[in-house]
């Protein structure tokens, strides 16, 4: 009974000790997005998020959905402007422009920097006569470049949900 209990219990060390070595990216879980209809809170759209997002629309009509510290997204409508967003960056003097990660027509994800580096993104989804503009919450959290990369990858495929037009005859 006595090598029983200590078989068992070095095997239960030796696997807790090799759940806790290696390397802790590989022990993280990554979040798989779900799509989450927004339509109950105001706005006629399905958003992909890792998280059902709490939905707040503040008096200058934008949207923040905030599923996590790391994951907060605003949404307004607006022009969708991609040429002045660049120029807003660029002659931005506090949060000095650093680079490109990906630009797209539609879209941008930029490095800029203040004392560290933080990541952001702008979207444009367009539909039919309304465009939004898609972006990271802006001052609340300083965002990592995988942070910026999830939100920019889960805005590509927000959609708006059409409604349907009822025709008298």
């Given at each position: 009974?006595k090598k029983?209990?200590?078989?068992l219990?070095?095997?239960?060390?030796?696997?807790l000790s090799?759940?806790?070595n290696?390397d802790?990216?590989?022990?993280e879980?990554?979040?798989?997005?779900?799509?989450?209809?927004?339509?109950k809170?105001?706005?006629?759209m399905?958003v992909?998020?890792?998280?059902?997002?709490?939905?707040?629309?503040?008096?200058?009509?934008?949207?923040?959905?905030?599923?996590?510290?790391?994951?907060?997204?605003?949404?307004?409508?607006g022009?969708?402007?991609?040429?002045?967003?660049?120029?807003?960056i660029?002659?931005n003097?506090v949060?000095?422009?650093q680079?490109y990660v990906?630009?797209?027509?539609?879209?941008?994800l930029y490095?800029?920097?203040?004392?560290d580096?933080?990541?952001?993104?702008?979207?444009?989804?367009k539909?039919?006569?309304?465009?939004?503009e898609?972006?990271?919450?802006?001052g609340?959290?300083?965002?990592?470049?995988?942070?910026?990369?999830?939100?920019?990858?889960a805005?590509?495929?927000?959609?708006v949900?059409?409604?349907?037009t009822?025709?008298?005859?």
């Amino acid at each position: 009974m006595k090598k029983i209990a200590l078989i068992l219990a070095v095997s239960c060390i030796a696997l807790l000790s090799a759940c806790g070595n290696g390397d802790k990216k590989e022990n993280e879980i990554k979040l798989v997005p779900s799509e989450y209809d927004l339509s109950k809170s105001g706005l006629s759209m399905v958003v992909s998020a890792p998280s059902e997002p709490i939905v707040e629309n503040t008096a200058a009509g934008i949207y923040n959905l905030k599923c996590s510290n790391e994951f907060q997204i605003d949404i307004v409508e607006g022009e969708g402007n991609v040429e002045q967003i660049k120029k807003d960056i660029a002659g931005n003097e506090v949060n000095k422009f650093q680079r490109y990660v990906e630009e797209e027509d539609n879209a941008l994800l930029y490095e800029s920097k203040i004392l560290d580096s933080e990541f952001h993104f702008y979207f444009i989804l367009k539909a039919g006569k309304t465009t939004y503009e898609i972006q990271d919450k802006k001052g609340d959290k300083i965002y990592t470049e995988e942070q910026a990369m999830a939100m920019f990858d889960a805005a590509k495929k927000f959609r708006v949900i059409e409604t349907a037009t009822v025709v008298k005859e």
